[in-house]
């Protein structure tokens, strides 16, 4: 027997997209913090929950940041940006901790688009995460792993594919 629960699970796995242009509106500082909270319940090795975040709203800061990226128009665009660290002092095995992180933007990402809000995890970014670590004042404890920007979608619903199940699967026995 289907589901309801589970079937409703998959559609906002399977219709989040990547969006790269936002209306002008900010989402609420309740529903942020609601991204941070699914955030705060991934799963981590040891439980050691490595990240730690920054909120940039501020449009002077935030257009500083875009400046660190080609992504400038997605990150200018968006109203809000959230950067996620991981926090070297937390850390006990770097493979684990990256792999943490990972869940904990992809909770974050699932989360926004359940409540209806868009976001974009910007990876090129990294290429500049010490200038970006510097503008947040953040120390060098803690090392940028992902930007997300984050605000209502102003894109058309978008295609995306993936390569086929078959096609992932190298063994079964
Ligand atoms: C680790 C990682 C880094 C990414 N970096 C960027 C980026 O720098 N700029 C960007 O526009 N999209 C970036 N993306 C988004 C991907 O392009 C997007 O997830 C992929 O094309 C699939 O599209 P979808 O998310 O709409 O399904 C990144 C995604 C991941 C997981």
Known sequence: MKSPRKQAFLDTIRSRRSIRQYLKDSPKDNEIEEILEAGRWAPSGLNNQPWRFVVVKNKVIKSKLALLTKYARVINGAPIAICIFLDSG??????????????????????????????????????????????????????????????????????????????LILGEY
């Open 90 to 167: 937390s850390s006990y095995n770097r493979d684990k901790d990256i792999l943490a992180i990972g869940a904990c933007i992809q909770n974050m990402l699932l989360c926004a688009h359940a409540q209806g809000l868009a976001t974009c995890w910007l990876g090129e970014i990294l290429n500049k995460k010490d200038e970006v670590s510097a503008l947040l004042d953040v120390g060098l404890d803690y090392e940028l792993m992902a930007v997300i920007t984050l605000g209502y979608s102003d894109e058309q619903l978008t295609k995306s594919c993936r390569k086929s199940l078959k096609s």
